[in-house]
């Protein structure tokens, strides 16, 4: 082979280099559509008198409180007139809020491990809570996630710790 066979093969291999590299940019990434839990460690020294940790996300949510419902305005619904297959649904004057957090009376030492689902939040809060529900100790956490599954184009699996004390 000449010069110019060589420099020809390199150009046309320099060529399909950058088409095989750069045609991986050129497809979106598409993610599996499958959701995952994430999970909250909650480091608890001398836990002794804790037998429940509970976890909420952001900084305004309220591990501490029990379900509740609140009262929702209904405006000015009437009842459906009757006939056969047409009732509408009646109206309702509560609905139930859900501010419950994830809670866990399962751990580890003092570990407490809290299943969430896929959200990451920054920020969140963490209630102790004794055998007959009260709390303890409520704090705001910050949180940093280590991600220990998918990948980093689609998230995956991801476990913050935090600890608090009594």
Known sequence: MGNGQSATGAAIGAVLLVVALGGCAAFPTTCPAIGWTNAVEVRVPDGTSVHEVAFCRGA??????PPQSAPVPTGNATPAAPGPLTAKPEPTDTVTLDPTPWRTTDHDGEVWT??????????????????????????AVYLTWTRHGGSAQCGGPSTATVTVRQ
């Open 60 to 65: 305004d949510c309220t591990p501490g409180q």
């Open 114 to 139: 809290v299943s969430t689902d896929m959200g990451t939040p920054e920020r969140g809060r963490v209630a102790l809570r004794d055998d007959t529900g009260a709390t303890i100790v409520e704090r």
